[in-house]
């Protein structure tokens, strides 16, 4: 019991979705450290590129397959998600929104394959791999782009006076102040929000499931060795369908803050 005690504390679940630095890039004083999770945003925009026009080129009269997958995605977010929204904006947006749902959903589900296991095994190289999403900071770029794309389409909407407008609440004058600076900080705080969601609820679930496996490799009881693993087999399920999941909330709650900036009346 002492020595399992010892073999896991002194591995840490977290070393499996942290990032780790790879390599640095340096250009006169500018310097850059590039890592895992940058290498799978990077692998992740790439598979788009390559995938979703490969899907969409299929010349069947049917959808099937891959394109039948693409296309009722697509079909579902415009009209079941951006339309009773965003109405004749639709065709503004979509691209868009399809862009980060699929951009967020080929992160998460490269998080699920055990790349480092691959890559180690196969070049002898460990955290090659990861959940782009698990970073913060990548998250925050996505919550930054949907900050920017919201006001901007606001602005260009509505022109520049009218749009701040919006932001003076129709109240008695002495609360217009108050109620006008909680206004502006709920516009900050909204996208703040998409990026800690997303990220928590990543970062989380890739956790539990390697303490979970690391508890099943250093137990010596093979009844709860066999369980624990039942059980992450059950949880990695569960990631299948969040990585689902936290990519449509993103792109759901993205949607309703353009929404609110083009149509400040409803």
């Known amino acids: 019991m002492i020595r399992t005690s010892v073999i896991l504390a002194s591995e840490n679940p977290l070393s499996h979705v942290v990032q780790h630095p790879l390599f640095t890039l340096q250009v006169g004083s500018w310097q850059l450290n590039f890592s895992n999770h940058m290498l799978m945003a990077l692998v992740a925009g790439l598979l788009m590129i390559i995938f979703l026009p490969l899907a969409a080129r299929q010349r069947t009269m049917v959808p099937q ?24 904006n639709t065709d503004r947006f979509i691209k868009y929104l399809w862009t980060i749902f699929y951009f967020i959903l080929f992160c998460n589900l490269l998080g699920m394959i055990p790349t480092d296991g691959i890559l180690y095994f196969l070049i002898g190289k460990n955290h ?68 800690i969601r997303l990220f928590a609820n990543m ?8 303490a979970l496996i690391g508890m099943a490799l250093v137990l010596h009881n093979y009844t709860i060795a066999g369980v624990t693993i039942l059980g992450a087999s059950a949880l990695s399920l569960l990631e299948l369908f969040v990585a689902f999941l936290q990519a449509y909330i993103f792109t759901f709650l993205t949607t309703i803050f353009i929404s609110a900036a083009v149509h400040p009346e409803h």
């Open 128 to 195: 090659l791999g990861g959940t782009a999403t698990c970073n913060i900071y990548i998250t925050g770029t996505l919550a930054v782009t949907a900050f920017i794309m919201v006001h901007v389409s606001g602005i260009r909407h509505q022109g520049l006076f009218n749009y701040i407008k919006h932001f003076v609440p129709t109240v008695p004058w002495p609360l217009i102040p108050i109620l006008f600076v909680l206004e502006l900080l709920g516009a900050f705080i909204k996208p703040f929000a998409l990026a």
């Open 203 to 210: 970062l989380a679930g890739h956790t539990v499931l390697a």
């Open 65 to 88: 397959g891959a394109r039948n997958l693409v296309e009722t995605i697509c079909e579902f977010l415009r009209e079941k998600v951006a339309r009773p929204q965003l109405g004749e």
